[in-house]
T-cell receptor, first 114, second 104 residues
Framework: EAQVTQNPRYLITVTGKKLTVTCSQN?????MSWYRQDPGLGLRQIYY???????DKGDVPEGYKVSRKEKRNFPLILESPSPNQTSLYFC?????????????FGQGTRLTVV | KDQVFQPSTVASSEGAVVEIFCNHS??????FFWYLHFPGCAPRLLVK?????QQGRYNMTYERFSSSLLILQVREADAAVYYC?????????FGTGTRLLVSP
């Protein structure tokens, strides 16, 4: 089954404690991205990757890092989380060979930073 | 700047046809995607393409710089956030979402 898998689904952490949210896709997609969703603000792109070892900032990259060492994985790293990073996070992937196909989303990670 | 624009809220009554409009300033964009998003769930693709298309109760209109999602016979259960997205060869850009309100 084609899917995007995020872990964990829920996470409560304390300010400053490094954390990683994993994202994996099994569709051999080139393009992967991370979004955060906050009330009234819709989906905002944090980082994206067009292929292995190619990453770029989205609209709200501050406080986040990513890596793309393998095509299937695109982890989101918060080196020193702060309460303003409390949000719902979505990972998405899409193919790009004939222009962008639809984005497939993971189930979301609800992060709370206290 | 590459952006997708859509209204923040649209209100409708049950049984009506509701239209959610979207336009963009994304360079070289040629595909539109419409997603349905219930809180806490993954956004789900409803309809997509570079021409008018239909999937069940969902119709998509297409112009070079704009698209509308038409929901036929809208129901209370359709109350959710709808995202418009555009893609070209270099980017996939989402709008900020339209909250659909449905009254009985």
């Amino acid at each position: 089954e084609a899917q995007v898998t995020q872990n964990p689904r829920y996470l409560i952490t304390v300010t400053g404690k490094k954390l990683t949210v994993t994202c994996s896709q099994n569709m051999n997609h080139e393009y992967m991205s991370w979004y955060r969703q906050d009330p009234g603000l819709g989906l905002r792109q944090i980082y994206y990757s067009m292929n292995v070892e190619v990453t770029d900032k989205g609209d709200v990259p501050e406080g986040y890092k990513v890596s793309r060492k393998e095509k299937r994985n695109f982890p989101l790293i918060l080196e020193s989380p702060s309460p303003n990073q409390t949000s719902l996070y979505f990972c998405a992937s899409s193919g790009t060979r004939t222009g962008y196909t639809e984005a497939f989303f993971g189930q979301g990670t609800r992060l709370t930073v206290v | 700047k590459d952006q997708v624009f859509q209204p923040s809220t649209v209100a409708s009554s049950e049984g009506a046809v509701v239209e959610i409009f979207c336009n963009h300033s994304v360079s070289n964009a040629y595909n539109f995607f419409w997603y349905l998003h219930f809180p806490g769930c993954a956004p789900r693709l409803l309809v997509k393409g570079s021409k008018p298309s239909q999937q069940g109760r969902y119709n998509m209109t297409y112009e070079r710089f704009s698209s509308s999602l038409l929901i036929l016979q809208v129901r209370e259960a359709d109350a959710a956030v709808y995202y418009c997205a555009c893609s070209g060869f270099q980017k996939l850009v989402f709008g900020t979402g339209t909250r659909l309100l449905v009254s009985p």
